[in-house]
């Protein structure tokens, strides 16, 4: 099992930036590929960024090219998005989510197998 806590989000103006962080437990969060989705009220989940178990691929999102930069640090067990440039559309909560051994398929929700709780990032114009 692993689990997956988000934080980083919270109220910032357009134009600027933010870090979100998915921490998860284990030491074998090295042997999972981890996602980010989010999902603003009455619309559906959608995909936003995405990294291979390994690191050497990362998927985004049309809308967030060049906007945001998904990584990985294993050591300490986290995957961050940073999140520049930001829109009042990428107002949404965002989840982060775990895919053992995942390379492809990662814009696909149903593809992972853990899901965080969510952290709200409100942008405003």
């Known amino acids: 099992q692993v689990q997956l806590v988000e934080s980083g989000g919270g109220l910032v103006q357009a134009g600027g930036s933010l870090r979100l962080s998915c921490a998860a437990s284990?030491?074998?969060?090295?042997?999972?590929?981890v996602g980010w989705f989010r999902q603003a009220p009455g619309k559906e989940r959608e995909f936003v960024a995405a990294?291979?178990?390994?690191?050497?691929?990362?998927y985004y999102a049309d809308s967030v090219k060049g906007r945001f930069t998904i990584s990985r640090d294993n050591a300490k067990n986290t995957v961050y998005l940073q999140m520049n440039s930001l829109k009042p559309e990428d107002t949404a909560a965002y989840y982060c989510?775990?895919?053992?051994?995942?390379?492809?398929?990662?814009?696909?929700?149903?593809?992972?197998?853990?899901w965080g709780q969510g952290t709200q990032v409100t942008v405003s114009s």
């Open positions: 990294i291979s178990w390994r690191g050497d691929n990362t």
């Open positions: 284990g030491r074998t969060f090295s042997s999972y590929a």
């Open positions: 989510a775990a895919d053992l051994w995942g390379v492809y398929g990662l814009r696909t929700p149903t593809e992972y197998d853990y």
